[in-house]
């Protein structure tokens, strides 16, 4: 008797499991078809292409007045919270409080001992120790944060452009631990109560995932230079560093760049004239 | 285990398992209805037909998502040539480009359904913006 | 055989219900936490991972640990082991399960977990590191019991367990590899870019786990009526006690590389971590603590009159555990970060909730122990009896 229940009860979930499984193979099987057969997905005719995008920022031309407007362009075109704002706390009662530190910057000033701290020079020119320089993700061609991230949330586009999927990032920080740059903010709190003004054609994010400059993907897929590049009065060049006949390879031809930590081999696409 | 422990057990538990549906016996509410704004009421079609929208639209967004993020494609070009706008909520021809309002159309089947889905922790409603 | 955790003293269900209290009390923090989102830790943009990783680092250490007595019973049938083997590898269970835990409560989004399973990333250390803490745990615990419940019935254990612990040996390495890789591949982060940052993790790693071990079994003699045995005890000693001259080998090779070369870059963290940078020096007790503990540890195992010393022998286990802790824990997280690639430092200092929850995960891991080891203690007094 024990014997024949115990085989019984082993056929019967096994069988279970087996019939169970057609099912789930079925629901994953169907997600990766289309659901609308026939329909294609395309460009806009005037989006901007590149083979492999690039941002050349020339010092000469940067002002501190060109990069505080820089900063604030990006912050509204992005929805970026500023925890010196002060929450409606009508709307926001409950909040918790501000810590400085866990802030988010796409690009940011720096001066130049914490942009480049590994061209460490005592007897820098005192113009270059007082300059205003941009840093922000240097969308590298070989990402340490790519390779790091476990789900691919962020990957590298075939056209150069690091993204972050932020529907799929779990938010576990490796990729911030793994950036050489320190390009890479999380979100420790919903960003919501911070950000002014919410500009209507960008999401915001939510708690709990990473942000980085997105090279303003959104605004290339419709024509428009990156918001940064826009109100830089030239100080930012953006182009395609594979196409020898670009603006930005002739400004990288005809002067002398540098680009952040070049000796970790990341490759970085963010070039620098002094 | 005493059997008086054990009965007792089983009817807690069925009472607990049934406890839902007990206690919305006797209330009726009638089918959600999304409002058609007179933009979308205008455009005829939605990417697919109604029922395929209701069923499938997380799928659709879904595939959006990678084609958009991933791909670098913004347009969607269905079967019958019609053209849309590859976004859940921002410009004219976004779902809520058309479907004016999350509260009158999202938002009526969602909160019917006892849904909450967290786009809109991200995603923005234009129609909410008032700042 | 988990109905035995059912059936304990008055002592035993306080023990328990402290456990439950706390495991509540670490929940309720992480519910705040789960609502608000990470900003009620003390991490910043600059130091990203903190309190939680640092333990999940240190407990894969503990976990990895108890391949220590598996190897010489397993493989080479040291008999002194026989009594032991158990306990290792359930406190492996436990530190896995604390592990596991520790990552959840760090993750920003712990509802989509499962994408690292939906879109898995072979270039990606943190899915390995997924597969293989998973295997382990599954393999200990499938062995564990399986050769227990055969103890309990006086039988042999099934064929099938044999391959798996032979494959749990190198699982074992493997777990304590990846995480160690998950450091030292980052090109960004200076402190933690060493080829030796593997070997040191398991060195520390074979020197905390034997410790813990050891003093679980203090705990079990006192608490029940099986004996692991002085002679498996001082054997564990003596491989805690290469172990820590290992591992501060190993420092010592980082320090002698950082130092002679004079990189500023390398230096930096040392320096932040050893004597303090820019006035910031919050980790700087700590650290010199840790060494101090590990060498005195070292004295106290090395010398045999020290090492055979019964009421000695919990004290130098507690410090080197606590030691190995520091060095392993936040020194190694703090190292790392600070100071940030942009040569800035933010400091770290993990909140009361940071604690709290931490406190919660610790409390579930020794829950988790304390009913594995009731299991096995009572089959085992059952046996001999």
């Known amino acids: 008797m024990k014997k024949s229940r115990r085989n019984f009860l082993k056929v019967a979930g096994i069988s279970a499991l087996g019939i169970g499984a057609i099912p789930a193979l079925k629901a994953v099987a169907v997600a990766e078809s289309q659901s609308a057969p026939h329909a294609i997905e395309m460009k806009r005719k005037d989006a901007l292409i590149a083979k492999r995008w690039g941002m050349v920022i020339d010092t000469r031309k940067l002002t501190d007045e060109i990069a505080d407007e820089i900063v604030k362009t990006c912050r509204y075109a992005h929805n970026i919270p500023d925890f010196h704002n002060k929450p409606d706390r009508k709307k926001y009662p409950n909040l918790k409080p501000v810590k400085f530190n866990q802030e988010i910057k796409w690009i940011w000033e720096e001066k130049y001992e914490h942009a480049f701290p590994d061209k460490e020079n005592e007897f820098l020119a005192e113009k270059f120790r007082k300059l205003t320089f941009l840093v922000t993700c240097n969308q590298c061609k070989y990402p340490p944060c790519v390779q790091a991230c476990p789900t691919q949330a962020t990957f590298k586009r075939p056209d150069g452009i690091v993204m972050i999927d932020f529907h799929r990032c779990i938010g576990c920080r490796f990729c911030m631990a793994a950036c050489p740059f320190g390009s890479r903010s999380f979100n420790f709190r919903d960003p919501r109560p911070f950000i002014e003004k919410i500009d209507p054609d960008y999401p915001t994010r939510t708690r709990g995932v990473v942000e980085k400059c997105d090279f303003c993907a959104e605004r290339l897929a419709k024509g428009k230079l990156p918001a940064c590049a826009e109100v830089s009065k030239g100080a930012i060049i953006v182009g395609d560093l594979d196409d020898p006949d670009s603006e930005i390879r002739k400004l990288i031809n005809a002067n002398f760049t540098i680009r952040r930590k070049q000796e970790l081999g990341t490759d970085p696409s963010v070039y620098y004239i002094m | 285990m005493n059997k008086n422990a054990i009965i007792t057990g089983l009817v807690v538990f069925i009472i607990a ?47 959006w998502r990678n084609s958009v993020v991933r791909h670098s494609n913004r347009l969607y070009k269905t079967a019958d040539g ?38 809109w922790e991200c995603h923005t409603d234009p129609k909410e913006i008032n700042q | 055989m988990l109905e035995i955790a059912l059936k304990g003293s008055k002592r035993y269900w306080i023990w328990v219900i402290i456990l439950l209290a706390a495991m509540a009390a670490g929940l309720g923090a992480y519910i705040d936490q789960f609502n608000h989102g990470l900003t009620i830790t003390g991490m910043s943009r600059d130091v990203s991972w903190g309190f939680y990783i640092a333990n999940f680092t240190f407990l894969v250490g503990v976990a990895a640990g108890g391949v220590m007595v598996a190897i010489p019973y397993y493989l080479h049938d040291y008999e002194k082991f026989h009594k032991i083997t158990i306990l290792g590898e359930f406190l492996a269970v436990a530190s896995l399960v604390m592990c596991l835990l520790f990552i959840m409560v760090d993750l920003g989004q712990p509802v989509r977990v499962f994408n690292v399973l939906l879109h898995p990333t072979l270039h990606s250390m943190l899915f390995w590191d997924m597969c293989v803490l998973n295997g382990y745990l599954f393999l200990n615990i499938v062995i564990g019991w399986k050769v227990l419940e055969a103890e309990r019935n006086q039988v042999a254990p099934p064929k099938w367990v044999t391959p798996l612990i032979y494959l749990s040996i190198p699982f074992a390495i493997g777990i304590h590899t990846v995480t160690a890789y998950l450091y030292c591949g980052l090109p960004g982060r200076g402190y933690w870019l060493s080829a030796i940052l593997a070997p040191r ?79 910031h020096n919050d980790m700087v007790p700590w650290m010199w603590t840790a060494y101090i503990f590990m060498f005195l540890g070292i004295i106290l195992l090395i010398v045999p009159a020290l090492r055979r010393n019964k009421t000695l022998l919990p004290f130098t286990c507690t410090i080197v555990i606590i030691g190995v802790w520091i060095d392993k824990s936040l020194g190694m997280i703090t190292g790392g970060f600070i100071p940030s690639p942009l040569d800035q430092i933010t400091q770290y200092t993990p909140t009361g909730e940071e604690l709290l929850v931490s406190l919660g995960v610790f409390a579930t891991g020794l829950l988790v122990l304390t009913i594995l080891y009731k299991i096995a203690t009572t089959v085992k007094e059952e046996v001999r009896g």
């Open chain 2, 82 to 119: 019609k053209i849309f706008t590859m976004s859940l909520s921002t410009g004219v021809q976004s779902c809520l480009g058309c479907h004016e309002g999350k509260a009158k159309f999202c938002d009526k089947c969602h909160n019917y359904a006892a849904v909450t889905p967290y786009c």
């Open chain 2, 17 to 63: 398992a049934l406890l839902p549906f007990w206690i919305n016996l006797g209330g009726t509410e009638a089918a959600p209805k999304p409002e058609i704004s007179a933009r979308a009421k205008a455009a005829g079609r939605c990417i697919l037909d109604k029922y395929d929208m209701r069923a499938d639209h997380m799928k659709l967004l879904g595939e």
């Open chain 3, 201 to 279: 993790f398991l060195a520390s790693a074979f020197a905390a786990g034997p410790a813990c071990l050891i003093l679980l079994c203090y705990i079990i003699k006192k608490l029940t009526k099986f004996d692991p045995g002085w002679e498996a005890m001082q054997t564990l000693t003596k491989i805690i006690c290469y172990a820590l001259i290992i591992n501060v080998f190993f420092f010592f090779c980082e320090v002698f590389k950082t130092y002679y070369s004079n990189i500023p870059e390398d230096k930096s963290h040392f320096n932040y971590l050893f004597f303090g940078l820019q006035g």
